[in-house]
């Protein structure tokens, strides 16, 4: 399993859902980094854009760092 900064900042609900998890890997980049690589994907516009991917182990690490509420969990 592969995840984008996008997509993993969707599922933990956060309203600048790419910009949330660039702030969570610049602050935890000694630990994140061995989890995720970065490679350049064209976008439908022509241009290149750097894409961050995480492996399932680099997702989970984002979670536990997050302090988003366990959303499988209403009470919490």
């Given at each position: 399993?592969?995840?984008?900064?996008?997509?993993?900042?969707?599922?933990?609900?956060?309203?600048?859902?790419?910009?949330?998890?660039?702030?969570?890997?610049?602050?935890?980049?000694d630990?994140?980094?061995?989890?995720?690589?970065?490679?350049?994907?064209?976008?439908?516009?022509?241009?290149?854009?750097?894409?961050?991917?995480?492996?399932?182990?680099?997702?989970?690490?984002?979670c536990?760092?997050?302090?988003?509420?366990?959303?499988?969990?209403?009470?919490?």
């Amino acid at each position: 399993m592969w995840m984008i900064r996008e997509q993993i900042g969707e599922t933990l609900e956060y309203s600048k859902p790419g910009n949330a998890i660039t702030v969570l890997h610049r602050r935890y980049k000694d630990r994140l980094d061995q989890y995720s690589a970065s490679f350049k994907l064209n976008g439908t516009d022509g241009k290149a854009y750097d894409t961050y991917v995480y492996s399932a182990k680099g997702v989970f690490e984002i979670c536990h760092w997050s302090r988003q509420p366990d959303l499988s969990n209403p009470s919490s």
